[in-house]
T-cell receptor
């Protein structure tokens, strides 16, 4: 079975550029989470969706960050404009919402470097 | 607020030695607790979880963890370390308010030959 698929795996960009990270959750999972991992702050929850609806975006750092889930099989995290402090590994994870007990299935991450 | 604290950012053991990774939690409600493992350049994967019931939880790769309410702890153990266990380990708590996982800061396990 295919797991959570993220793209790109690596992105290097210059400050001020727009960055779009993509995620395809596991088929049948209806909860999707975006996490950011940095050395300084560890793993932080940015936003999550249930049935394509954003439920909690309190972790989104600022207005430069936006996330969408137009359908059950696709989500994007966009940063515009990007800044060096946005450099991190961004993880997407999915979970079946029904009977949710917290088990997440993670993608391999998108490593973003902003110069 | 619900939180987890992992004691020790780095742990080094010899191959064949006991592995003990420490996690303490803070929660005003019965907690759901998890251990995840992250191998280099990979996403996290679930090792084991405690929700309700038996306090000794067995996971994959020979790991287990014991929920101790009196100590607010959920330490991860493995009797005999293998080289392949070298990874970063994260303790996590289900934040019932946000209905999402809150992760600890992680412990990097090094296994020496």
């Amino acid at each position: 079975d295919a797991g959570v698929i993220q793209s790109p795996r690596h992105e290097v960009t210059e400050m001020g550029q727009e960055v779009t990270l993509r995620c395809k959750p596991i088929s049948g999972h209806n909860s999707l989470f975006w996490y950011r991992q940095t050395m300084m702050r560890g793993l932080e929850l940015l936003i999550y969706f249930n049935n394509n609806v954003p439920i909690d975006d309190s972790g989104m750092p600022e207005d430069r960050f936006s996330a969408k889930m137009p359908n059950a099989s696709f989500s994007t995290l966009k940063i515009q404009p990007s800044e060096p402090r946005d450099s991190a590994v961004y993880f997407c994870a999915s979970s079946p919402m029904t009977g949710y007990t917290g088990e997440l299935f993670f993608g391999e991450g998108s490593r973003l470097t902003v110069l | 607020a619900q939180s987890v604290t992992q004691l020790g950012s780095h742990v080094s053991v010899s191959e064949g030695a006991l592995v003990l990774l420490r996690c303490n939690y803070s929660s005003s409600v019965p907690p759901y607790l998890f251990w995840y493992v992250q191998y280099p350049n990979q996403g996290l994967q679930l090792l084991l979880k405690y929700t309700t019931g038996a306090t000794l939880v067995k996971g994959i790769n020979g790991f287990e963890a014991e929920f101790k309410k009196s100590e607010t702890s959920f330490h991860l153990t493995k009797p005999s370390a293998h080289m392949s266990d070298a990874a970063e380990y994260f303790c996590a708590l289900l934040d019932t308010g946000r209905r999402a996982l809150t992760f600890g800061s992680g412990t990097r396990l090094q296994v020496q030959p």
